[in-house]
């Protein structure tokens, strides 16, 4: 009887440990956007969609969400992560700049051959900043699967972009050559009894400043 309670406590020991191992790795796999925290209005600039310590992922699929009062999505590109090892076939989801989404973003790899180990970008999304304002980035509808096509556990973190204010233009300085030019000809089309006194003022103009 002794031996059996021995036996039935070892057996519930190695499958805690199996448990607790499994959930370890599942913890330690995150998905997060990688965005610049300010642009300005008018700038295009790139997000990335980053995995890190992974084990064994085939294929993915997510959708990623923004502020379309703020942003608009331009475009969607294939990250490295999966192309390093294998053949992928890559979707670039459905962007809805009305809704402020991407819907369907998927990769996988093609073939009898393990998934990717590792962090690297999933993929990329090109955006416009349309309005001063803040978007939030947030990940949703992720999937996961590994070259058994088990699903993956992984954690996510989002991330946010502000769009401030366009920089100023700065007016270019006019050139004095060509502004001395239109004035004399602007003063030469003048009454003799004024054309003096103008051509005296565009003389000084020359020569460091204009005189009243």
Do not use: H, W
């Amino acid at each position: 009887m002794k031996t059996k309670r021995i036996l039935i406590a070892s057996i519930f020991a190695a499958a805690a440990a199996l448990f607790l191992c499994g959930g370890s790795r599942a913890d330690d796999v995150t998905v997060s956007v990688d965005s610049p925290a300010v642009v300005s209005q008018g700038d295009s600039f790139a997000v990335d969609v980053d995995i890190a310590n992974a084990t064994d992922v085939y294929d993915f699929q997510l959708d990623l969400d923004f502020d379309p009062s703020v942003l608009q999505a331009t475009d969607v590109s294939e990250g490295a992560f999966l192309t390093t090892d294998g053949s992928t076939f890559f979707f670039p989801g459905f962007i809805d700049n009305s809704a402020g989404n991407i819907t369907f973003n998927a990769d996988t790899l093609i073939g009898a051959i393990s998934g990717a180990d590792g962090s690297g970008t999933l993929l990329q999304v090109d955006f416009q900043a349309l309005a001063t304002g803040t978007s939030s980035l947030d990940l949703d509808n992720l999937i996961l699967q590994d070259s058994l096509g088990d699903a993956l556990d992984a954690s996510t973190t989002n991330a946010s972009v502000t769009v401030t204010s366009s920089r100023p233009i700065p007016a270019p300085e006019p050139n004095s050559r060509a502004l001395l030019a239109i004035g004399t000809a602007a003063c030469l089309i003048l009454p003799m009894s004024v054309r003096r006194g103008c051509l005296r003022k565009l003389r000084g103009v020359s020569t460091g400043g204009l005189r009243t």
